[in-house]
């Protein structure tokens, strides 16, 4: 199995490689690539180092699976190239989420959409992917008519250059920024660019791509991102309102069956979820689970997911892994 990570050096193609290398993922030969000042470089991986090449020598090498994760001007050029060399492309950027000849998936939720004819499978956004996770299967359930949501976002999602400026701004330090303001003790009510409406990116994300991997337009969706000087994950207060009522010890049960989904809601003992605990783990953790008391038939719950695993690098290998176990790889490529 020949696996290229397309952005290997960079903060979630790093995180990638790790998680190749913890689950095992049959990896005959990797073909780490990066951009064109990073080409030659060394990549460590189980216990091999490996050259890093550029884009034009991996598509020529016909990988099987390429795990994107370097931009969607990046993306939008060359998945097609490598898709037309028979790789199936799992792409971590927004390039092709809304596509609508492309699959967006969360593997617990709806990776049986997949076929041998995917060629470029969508990786949703990390905010989306943990909110989602917990919302399927109440949506089941009782179905929701309407979710509004406030998002506290990890400095991760931004990327090193971030990081590099809490870093920075915590030592007092001048240095290049990501933000427009200080992050440091801060909270910026801005996760990527505005767009319509006065929304930024990121919330409409949230809106857009829940819609399309629950399958449902109708589900009203309304978001605040917020972005907080943390390190380990992104955080979610998500008020729920249902179109049927719930009891709240089924919808913990609910929870507590959902694949992925770790439930953490014991406020006697001070025990719910936190990204503090969530880094470096592949689950969602919900809690605080608890009856609207101002609205009939609605819910308020807190999610923390580790934005680079879950939310990014471990979705799309569980992808791969779907697409492994049901011998779709294979398929695409005519084997």
Known sequence: MKVAVVGATGMVGKVMLQVLEERNFPVTELIPVASERSVGNAIQFKNSEYTVVGLETAVAMQPDIALFSAGGATSLE????????????????????????????????????????????????????????????????????????????????????????????????????????????????????????????EELKLVRETHKILNDASIGVTATAVRIPVVGGHSEAVNIEFRNPYEVEDVREILGQTEG?????????????????AEGKDEVFVGRIRRDLSRENTLNMWIVADNLRKGAATNTIQIAEYLMAKNLVGKALGV
Request: charged letters at 20%.
């Open 78 to 201: 060359w998945a097609p190239k490598f898709a037309a060399k028979g790789t199936i492309v799992i792409d971590n950027s927004s390039a092709w989420r809304m596509d609508p000849t492309k699959k967006l998936i969360v593997p617990e939720i709806n990776a049986a959409e997949l076929t041998a004819n995917d060629k470029i499978i969508a990786n949703p956004n990390c905010s989306t992917i943990q909110m989602v996770l917990a919302l399927a299967p109440l949506h089941k359930k009782y179905g929701i008519d309407r979710v509004v949501v406030s998002t506290y976002q990890s400095i991760t999602g931004t990327g090193v250059k971030a990081v590099q400026q809490l870093e920075n701004e915590a030592k007092g330090v001048e240095g290049e920024v990501a933000y427009p303001h200080q992050i440091h003790k801060n909270a910026l009510p801005h996760c990527d660019i505005f767009e319509e409406a006065g929304y930024t990116k």
């Open 261 to 277: 989904v770790i439930v953490q809601d014991d406020i006697n003992n001070n025990h719910y979820p936190m990204p503090f605990y």
